[in-house]
């Protein structure tokens, strides 16, 4: 059984820093990219980050892009979020994915998730 497990969120002032983590288990996903989406109330899910297992390309939405890094450890299977200088606009549940395709910033071609983990950034 697949599974992918979030944690690192949390309640911060902007410009602070969080680290997200998804570890994952229950297959194999070295052909597999692992992205990280978003979430706020009201607001369609958001594409944030993706990277390949295999190679570990990354690609990044525009509003994140220079804050956020995206990396993986092959041996723990886990895909980290490293998230700096943060902002209210950040505010959101933050999920980990995983897709057979290649690196794609659409939610819905997407074939594992997480359940999220909530991240709020105060002002």
């Known amino acids: 059984q697949v599974q992918l497990v979030e944690s690192g969120g949390g309640l911060v002032q902007a410009g602070d820093s969080l680290r997200l983590s998804c570890a994952a288990s229950?297959?194999?996903?070295?052909?597999?990219?692992m992205g990280w989406f978003r979430q706020a109330p009201g607001k369609e899910r958001e594409f944030v980050a993706a990277?390949?297992?295999?190679?570990?390309?990354?690609y990044y939405a525009d509003s994140v892009k220079g804050r956020f890094t995206i990396s993986r450890d092959n041996a723990k299977n886990t895909v980290y979020l490293q998230m700096n200088s943060l902002k209210p606009e950040d505010t959101a549940v933050y999920y980990c994915?995983?897709?057979?395709?290649?690196?794609?910033?659409?939610?819905?071609?997407?074939?594992?998730w997480g359940r999220g983990t909530q991240v709020t950034v105060s002002s």
């Open positions: 990277i390949t297992w295999s190679d570990g390309n990354t």
């Open positions: 229950g297959r194999t996903f070295s052909s597999y990219a």
């Open positions: 994915a995983a897709t057979i395709q290649t690196i794609v910033p659409a939610w819905q071609l997407y074939d594992y």
